[in-house]
């Protein structure tokens, strides 16, 4: 396994589902990102996380629920979420804080919430 | 105000010629660096080229050479030798100061059709 994978790719759910995504690093970077991607819209950040402490949380609603249990992996807990929330949600690790901050993407989870 | 601007929200090019991709940014920090993506319709962001705020020579990576002009605030993107695989959203992105977290901004994308 090289890179950032996740998992799922596609995700359909209703309005009353609880899902997760899932986001897993091999790269032995210490930082880790959510962000969402919807139509006509710049990337936007959601969760940053850095040796496993949430740092940043961009008023982000709280029907999404990050997790880190530990610098490889990363979760995006969805429970009762809105059609507005169907999106692109890509996840993102960079090396330790400093240095250039190049941030490496996974393929992301296209999710469609009906 | 937007902190990155592409002003481009679709281009054509012909196969092997070159195309710039424009991006300008603003900040009031003096250190920031300047990333390219690329977003093929498969959606994941491939990182393309880096530039620091500091650095003195325009950053090259294979076909791909960044236009950097400091007083400006601009930082295009130059794909040579265009090739049909090149065809993609193209996002340009940056980075604030050295904080406890390398957030980036990105700007809006140009999407870039490369025809035979």
């Known amino acids: 396994e090289t890179g950032v994978t996740q998992t799922p790719r596609h995700l359909v759910m209703g309005m009353t589902n609880k899902k997760s995504l899932k986001c897993e690093q091999h790269?032995?970077?210490?930082?880790m990102y959510w962000y969402k991607q919807s139509a006509k819209k710049p990337l936007e950040l959601m969760f940053v996380?850095?040796?496993?402490?949430?740092?940043e949380n961009n008023s982000v609603p709280s029907r999404f629920s990050p997790e880190c249990p530990n610098s490889s992996h990363l979760f995006l807990h969805l429970h009762t979420l809105q059609p507005e929330d169907s999106a692109l949600y890509l996840c993102?690790?960079?090396?330790?804080?400093?240095?250039?901050?190049?941030?490496?993407f996974g393929p992301g989870t296209r999710l469609l919430v009906l | 105000a937007q902190k990155i601007t592409q002003t481009q929200p679709g281009m054509f090019v012909q196969e092997k010629e070159a195309v710039t991709l424009d991006c300008t940014y603003d900040?009031?920090?003096?250190?920031?660096?300047l990333f390219w993506y690329k977003q093929p319709s498969s959606g994941e962001m491939i990182f393309l080229i880096y530039?620091?705020?500091?650095?003195?020579q325009n950053a090259t990576e294979g076909r791909y050479s960044l236009n950097f002009q400091k007083a400006r605030k601009s930082a295009n993107l130059v794909i040579s030798a265009s090739q049909l695989g090149d065809s993609a959203m193209y996002f340009c992105?940056?980075?604030?100061?050295?904080?406890?977290?390398?957030?980036?901004?990105f700007g809006t994308g140009t999407l870039l059709a490369v025809q035979p």
């Open positions: 993102a690790s960079s090396p330790s804080p400093g240095g250039r901050g190049t941030q490496y």
């Open positions: 992105a940056m980075r604030e100061g050295r904080g406890a977290t390398n957030k980036l901004i």
């Open positions: 790269l032995g970077h210490n930082a």
């Open positions: 530039q620091g705020s500091y650095d003195q």
């Open positions: 996380y850095s040796l496993e402490e949430r740092v």
């Open positions: 900040t009031s920090d003096p250190s920031y660096g």
